[in-house]
């Protein structure tokens, strides 16, 4: 029978295991896992995020198992990143070099050192395990990193976003592939304005980029992975590529896996604490389910949302080269006449993009950009050729037969002087 992957849209051939239980998950077979690690054949070096959870030592298992099915076998590298969080973490580090040497794959633990923020711990936590695993993938030439992400984090990602008001292109959720950027800065200085019509999917755990992903309440940059050249790099060679293999299966299938193996794994109890919101909207799955609303048809609306995304961009893409006309360096300038027509999203993300490539201030803020759209349509509607707004670093104006956005001006910071204590001051400090 068909699987079918709600990330690409393609079928892969899945067999079902028998059970003595129809209730029971069925393991991920030989045949499925196949197809799952299929497109990394040509890949010389990859290396996989191993925390010792069930997920991230199904996916170790699985890539040695697919491994020892090719010829030419690819290097394998399990990272382990101990954040120093637990006393039981080095333990759990322990256990994967263990099974790692079993499965002939090489090992290494990382550790996340330094002082730990008292807030945003769990985000500080992801961006530290992404800069680490970044570092270990450069130091020994790979070009892609495995993660254990599954079809419940897709589904609890949806939701997050949902929570979070994100736009069309966050609630598309993760994708199979994403690109981790390098140094953006000389893409950015080479073509700034398409480099920011870019897109790369973000998850949860996934680093933030400077530029913008417009559908998203916090922007983050994404880039098509079609659009980059070979095996794990950008034109400019210095991004990693992110997989995930697992982003179609249920996390009950890699736990009936591990148990049909005999493989043992950790339990980490962050993953219920319901101080954090991952796990507080995990709780509510079941009653979810019970709904209808289960991890499936959660994926299947990010899948179409995705879908409907890359739809507005190839439109946005459209705008941009019928709209854009000729501007000094360092300034993006479109027909004014034009985009007064374009559809609102469409219009939206032509001058947010502008904005994120120019900017110097961090990512854009939907609501902020929202705000600004507003303003920039009704300068339009009223003939206001004064119109002149900043947002995150770049300056949007309307010169009547041009919409203009350009870097903001260096704001320089007023120096604070020291006035001479007088007489009269001494007397009120006494």
């Not at 976003?161 to 140094?183: E, F, Q």
Request: hydrophobic share 45%; aromatic share 4%.
């Amino acid at each position: 029978m068909l699987g079918y992957d709600p990330d690409s849209g393609m079928g892969f051939p899945v067999t079902i295991m028998p059970t003595a239980n129809k209730a029971l998950p069925a393991p991920v077979s030989a045949a499925e896992t196949a197809s799952l690690f299929s497109d990394l054949e040509a890949v010389p070096v990859l290396v996989l995020a191993v925390s010792g959870g069930p997920d991230s030592t199904a996916l170790m298992w699985l890539a040695a198992r697919w491994r020892d099915t090719l010829e030419a076998k690819p290097e394998m590298i399990a990272v382990t990143v101990d954040h120093g969080l637990r006393k039981e973490a080095k333990a759990e580090a322990a256990a994967v070099g263990k099974l790692a040497r079993k499965l002939k794959i090489a090992h290494r633990t990382l550790r996340w050192t330094g002082k730990k923020p008292k807030t945003g711990l769990q985000q500080a936590a992801r961006a530290a395990r992404y800069r680490l695993l970044g570092e270990a993938a450069r130091k020994v030439g790979a070009s892609h990193i495995l993660t254990a992400h599954t079809l419940d984090d897709q589904a609890e990602t949806v939701l997050i976003r949902m929570c979070r008001g994100s736009g069309l292109a966050g609630l598309g959720a993760m994708g199979r592939i994403s690109v981790i950027p390098g140094r953006e800065q000389g893409e950015r200085a080479r073509n700034p304005y398409a480099a920011a019509l870019r897109n790369m999917d973000s998850g949860p755990g996934q680093p933030r980029s400077a530029l913008a992903d417009l559908g998203n309440s916090k922007c983050r940059s994404r880039v098509n992975p079609r659009s980059v050249g070979g095996p794990g790099m950008t034109e400019r060679g210095d991004a990693l590529r992110l997989i995930r293999p697992l982003l179609s299966i249920p996390k009950s299938r890699l736990v009936a896996t591990l148990r049909e193996a005999k493989i043992p794994f950790a339990d980490d109890p962050s993953n219920r604490d319901p101080r954090f919101t991952r796990a507080r909207l995990r709780a509510l799955m079941p009653t979810l389910a019970e709904e209808g609303l289960e991890a499936r048809r959660l994926a299947l609306l990010a899948h179409r949302l995705k879908r409907a995304d890359a739809a507005v961009e190839a439109a946005t893409a459209r705008a941009r080269d019928e709209l854009s006309l000729p501007a000094d360096q360092g300034t993006v300038a479109f027909d004014a006449k034009g985009y007064a027509v374009l559809p609102a999203e469409v219009g939206l993300r032509l001058v947010g993009t502008a904005v994120a490539a120019l900017g110097n201030e961090g990512p854009v803020e939907l609501r902020k950009l929202e705000a600004l759209k507003e303003a920039l349509d009704m300068a339009q509607r009223d003939g206001n050729l004064r119109f002149r707004r900043s947002l995150a670093g770049a300056v949007v104006a309307f010169t009547g037969a041009r919409i203009i956005v350009e870097r903001a001006p260096f704001r320089r910071s007023k120096t604070l002087t020291k006035r001479r204590a007088t007489p009269a001051s001494k007397a009120k400090r006494r």
